[in-house]
């Protein structure tokens, strides 16, 4: 790009920020010179004047301003460090669109996503969390017994659903990225477990519970990773954690709502000849299944398939745009082989993934929620009727815990998503596990006497669970470049993370009762791991940022051709991880 050209777009933007406040013109001042790539402040003095900003400051100083602040200005929607890869995919047209779209504007039309993804997103996921929980109710209402279960029975019907649940999540996510209608796939899922969970309160035997939940795993396998994929897909880097934590703290309530419901229809017994245990199953399923015919008409698809119906074309240019401005997709173009052949499925993507050591690190992470939060989640019932309730009053008090977890899953999303800082937030709730599982693994032996004081550290487990996972997810989400990558990646650490599952269907050892040891110290111990692997994750990030900075842009430019570091993604030296 020539000098010419930069004063003439220079000119057109400046006489644009006329209209708006001082602050405003600085924000897009900074934004318009990284995406327009000039440095050389003394050199556009005429812009300086055209702006006529009324503090008497220079052009550099108005440049210098925070890096912070800039994330959050309406011009620079998405993080700074990604806009030099964004210049590709943008024409000028499509960069003095995304400047007059104000902070105000930006809002409004993220507010009238959240009101059409995030609930929907929500109830789906409380209800996936419900199906798969539910399990540890029944439990407690008589399934043991019916079905002759004794010793390890119960969790080998646990670790079963995490089999397919862990090995179908890469694959069906990249399924998802190949629909233009994403509520098709989703929907069929939702169909197709619910239908599988109202079936299980059929069963008559250890191995048919066992065949339920291997294909409640399979058809749930591909809901979570492909909730992620979505938000990735709406939302700007800095938005995403808190949209996460709105349907994470879903899995938090659906432990509280798990245990009313179960209390509830417990008292169904006798109903057309049938235990209470056996109706939990079959209300669950039936409502899952009304879920997942509601999901094909109202879980949204894609900005331009919302045109017309709650979108206007504006919005749904802006909505794609920032797409390609914050997440480092170019727009969409056939990919074609030299023979002019489309490519389906980019091998090179999957290779980029599996030998990304973040992802592996992230996955630990992913671990340290997973295990105590599956273990807890199956065995929270057994651990208060231990200390002297009823089953009735043990489903009961399960509610305050779950709802706790909630708010702190909210709140924390909150401050992570404003600081566009995720690492404080994940070690602190590790510690308060760390905490809580050291209060249980010393006074549970004795838990009748300490009901009190467990109780207590039950709750704070909960506070401490449920931050992670929003924060793994946005962290890991956010420092993968593409739409492919992004899909893969995000889904292999789920994967791998919710190996956890099957580690936490088995450390609660009935024989262990009420102590259980292993259970509380195996998930104190993945709580420490995954501190010390998001700390370490972070110097690792903060040392590869660091580095790359030594080189100004047009250093790493001369080195490197801009078809090398756009096929580089995250690990391009332009690229900067978020912290």
Known sequence: ?????????????????????????????????????????????????????????????????????????????????????????????????????????????????????????????????????????????????????????????????????????????????????????????????????????????????????????FFEAGFFPGAIFLVGQWYPPDRTQFRMALFYCASALSGAFSGLLAAAIAKMTGIGGQEGWRWIFYLEGLATVAMGVAVFFLLPDSPDHAVGRWLTESEARFLKLNHILTRGVQKKRAKVNAEGKKTHFQWSVLWSVLKDWHIYMQALIFASNAVPNYGLKFTMPQILKNMGYTSTKAQLLTAPPYACGAISALLSALMAD???????????????????????????????????????????????????????????????????????????????????????????????????????????AFAAAGMVCALTLEFLFWTINKKNARKTEEEWRAIYTEAQLEKMGDRSPLFRYNL
């Not at 929607?77 to 930006?106: N, T, V, Y």
């Not at 709730?429 to 467990?454: E, G, P, R, T």
């Not at 207590?456 to 997810?473: D, K, S």
């Not at 919710?498 to 292993?518: A, D």
């Open 1 to 217: 790009m020539t000098e010419d050209v930069h004063f003439h777009g220079l000119k057109t933007v400046g006489e644009d920020l006329l209209h708006k406040t001082s602050r405003e013109s600085q924000y897009a001042l900074k934004a318009f010179v990284g995406l327009t790539h000039i440095k050389d402040c003394h050199s556009i003095q005429t812009f300086s004047q055209i702006i006529a900003l009324d503090e008497k400051k220079s052009l550099d100083e108005k440049l210098s301003l925070d890096d912070n602040a800039l994330e959050k200005a309406p011009w620079a929607a998405g993080p700074h460090h990604l806009q030099s890869h964004m210049r590709a995919g943008l024409s000028q047209d499509d960069a003095q669109f995304l400047m007059e779209i104000s902070k105000k504007e930006q809002d409004k039309i993220f507010h009238k996503v959240d009101m059409r993804l995030c609930p929907m997103l929500a109830v789906l996921y409380l209800i996936s969390h419900l199906d798969r929980a539910n399990i540890g109710n029944a439990k407690i209402e008589g399934l043991e017994a019916t079905l002759g279960m004794s010793g390890t029975d119960y969790n080998v019907a646990l670790m079963v659903f995490f089999v397919p649940y862990v090995l179908c999540e890469v694959p069906s996510n990249m399924i998802l990225a190949k629909f233009k209608r994403p509520s098709w796939y989703m929907g069929i899922l939702i169909l197709l477990w619910g239908s599988v969970m109202t079936l299980m309160g059929l069963v008559q035997n250890l191995g048919g519970l066992c065949a339920a939940s291997f294909f409640l795993g």
């Open 418 to 524: 404003r600081l566009t800082w995720r690492m404080p937030f994940i070690v602190g709730a590790q510690a308060l596990l760390i905490v809580a599982y050291a209060i249980l693994f010393s006074f549970a032996a004795d838990i009748k006497n300490n009901v009190a004081l467990c109780y207590f550290a039950v709750h704070v487990a909960c506070i401490g669970i449920y931050p992670i996972l929003p924060g793994c997810n946005a962290w890991t989400i956010n420092n993968l470049a593409g739409p492919a990558k992004r899909a893969m990646g995000i889904a292999m650490m789920i994967c791998i993370g919710n190996l956890g599952g099957i580690v936490g269907s088995f450390i609660y050892q009935e024989k262990e009762s009420p102590k259980y040891p292993t259970g509380f110290g195996t998930s104190l």
